[in-house]
């Protein structure tokens, strides 16, 4: 157990629905980082989050959108879904900027 | 642009055969190059962060080390438990902390 929790571990819905994937950080983690990993793309950088705020933003589409709480978890919310956001989407967690970082064991998606 | 370029993409050993990793990496103002390992279906675990040229790591059978341009990850004397696939990632100096990673080598020891 890493210490970083990812719920639910897989999601089946079909084309055009919404879905919200969770993930609480590491205790005493701080910042939060969402990554998508498909067969052919490897792992694509999504969003970063640090105590509640938006800090840096990647390959994310307009159709995704993420916040943090103020306990620090942090929702992924993936909307118009279409079969190529079929995937596995990670969720790390890190005390700050400059350090590696913990992965969750990650949610795998399947659009039908 | 920053990227990373892992080689080979697979690579398949016998046990007790040892081998090296390639990462090359481009990126503006390196802050650190991190190496995971991740099993099918499961998150990367994290093994080894270099911060500058000429440093290096050890854990148990593998040696991590890095130069101005790549990395190399070092196998010795491999066990099928190695088996997995072996990521590199970079962290940019501008960066806000995020990671840009490699594609990975699949790696698979044979008994």
């Known amino acids: 157990d890493s210490g970083v929790t990812q719920t639910p571990k897989h999601l089946i819905t079909a084309t055009g629905q919404r879905v919200t994937l969770r993930c609480s950080p590491r205790s005493g983690d701080l910042s939060v980082y969402w990554y998508q990993q498909s067969l052919d793309q490897g792992l694509q950088f999504l969003i970063q989050?640090?105590?509640?705020?938006?800090?840096a933003k990647g390959n994310i589409l307009e159709r995704f959108s993420a916040q943090q709480f103020p306990d620090l978890h942090s929702e992924l919310n993936l909307s118009s879904l279409e079969l190529g956001d079929s995937a596995l989407y990670f969720c790390?967690?890190?005390?700050?900027?400059?350090?590696?970082?913990?992965f969750g064991s990650g949610t795998r998606l399947t659009v039908v | 642009e920053d990227q990373v370029t892992q080689s080979p993409e697979a690579l398949r050993l016998q046990e007790g055969e040892s081998s090296s990793l390639n990462c090359s990496y481009t990126v503006s103002g390196l802050r650190g190059l991190f190496w995971y390992r991740q099993d099918p279906g499961k998150g990367p675990e994290f093994l080894f962060t270099l911060y500058s040229a000429g440093e290096e790591k050890e854990k148990e059978r593998l040696k991590a080390t890095l130069t101005k341009k790549e990395s190399f990850l070092h196998i010795t004397a491999p066990k099928p438990e190695d088996s997995a696939t072996y990521l590199c990632?970079?962290?940019?100096?501008?960066?806000?902390?995020?990671?840009?990673f490699g594609k990975g080598t699949k790696l698979s020891v044979k008994p």
């Open positions: 790390a967690s890190s005390e700050g900027q400059g350090r590696g970082y913990t």
């Open positions: 990632a970079v962290q940019a100096g501008g960066s806000q902390g995020n990671l840009i």
């Open positions: 989050y640090y105590n509640g705020e938006e800090r």
